[in-house]
Nanobody
Framework: VQLQASGGGLVRPGGSLRLSCKPA????????VGWFRQAPGKGREGISCITTTDGPSYYADSVKGRFTISRDIAENAVHLQMDNLKPEDTAVYYC????????????????????WGQGTLVTVSS
């Protein structure tokens, strides 16, 4: 496993969770890092990406204004703060990374990343 995603769990609608993505044996600072999710019976959806130093961050329309991606260089991690969660946010969440890409690439396409984590389950239910 090249990346470790953690922080999932069960939360009520309107609640918050913070996911973390940590690498195994490399420095994440130099990688673009994306978050994807996959709900049962659906394809993998790109929801956010943070590019390397001083570059832009991206969000899918479905999470814009509710989710915030950030990078902690000291911790060698990328976090996804998820607020105002909805039942439709229920999915397995994955982090992924690529190296050497420009800031402007198809960030929401899984085939743009060559390092993946094992996923963490987020369930939003009352």
């Amino acid at each position: 496993v090249q990346l470790q995603a953690s922080g999932g769990g069960l939360v009520r609608p309107g609640g918050s969770l913070r996911l973390s993505c940590k690498p195994a044996g490399f420095t994440l600072e130099y990688y673009n890092v994306g978050w994807f999710r996959q709900a049962p019976g659906k394809g993998r959806e790109g929801i956010s990406c943070i590019t390397t130093t001083d570059g832009p961050s991206y969000y899918a329309d479905s999470v814009k204004g509710r989710f915030t991606i950030s990078r902690d260089i000291a911790e060698n991690a990328v976090h996804l703060q998820m607020d105002n969660l909805k039942p439709e946010d229920t999915a397995v969440y994955y982090c992924a990374a690529n190296y050497g890409r420009s800031w402007y690439f198809p960030w929401d396409q899984p085939d743009q990343y060559n390092k993946w984590g094992q996923g963490t389950l987020v369930t939003v239910s009352s």
